[in-house]
């Protein structure tokens, strides 16, 4: 790849490693808002659903709109011959991973944070008393008692007594 190509692709992960974290952050932050607001178990639930379907929605938004463009990005650096959309789901994955763990804001945190898994970070965030985004992986997630009703521990690895 040349150089150009090379500040290109850093620029179009940029640009969708932001649409993904904002779809991540702002739902979150909208569910900690309405969950903070709810007084009933059943209104915080249907918060809780509501902007996670949000989260799916906008990330998968996100992907349509910047998937062609990853392909637009393997023609230009001749890799059509080559296993063009294995490079793309690649690249995609990647920056899905990233947003996700919050790796490519490594600043915000002291460091990369690459153990969480999202919908953990999700949960951990949105139901935590004060929108910090900055609980640790290491501490065991307590879920509060009226999300525990709809789940089941005993099958639920991020869950624990």
Do not use: H
Not at 143 to 149: C, D, G
């Amino acid at each position: 790849m040349t150089p150009d190509i090379q500040d290109a692709l850093k620029a179009l992960s940029r640009q969708f490693g932001k649409d993904l974290y904002l779809a991540k952050s702002d739902t979150c932050m909208a569910a900690f808002k309405a969950l903070k607001e709810a007084t009933a178990t059943e209104q915080k639930l249907s918060a809780v659903g509501k902007y996670v379907r949000e989260w799916v929605d906008r990330s998968a938004v996100a992907i349509r709109f910047w998937t062609p463009k990853y392909a637009a990005m393997a023609d230009a650096a001749g890799s059509a011959g080559k296993d063009k959309w294995g490079w793309v789901n690649e690249n995609v994955t990647e920056k899905l991973q990233r947003s996700c763990t919050g790796s490519d804001f490594p600043g915000l945190w002291g460091g990369p944070i690459t153990t969480w898994e999202p919908l953990e970070w999700w949960i951990r965030n949105a139901c935590n008393q004060a929108p910090t985004f900055l609980i640790l992986r290491d501490e065991p997630l307590t879920l509060p008692e009226w999300l525990r009703i709809s789940t089941n521990p005993a099958s639920d690895p991020i869950i624990t007594e």
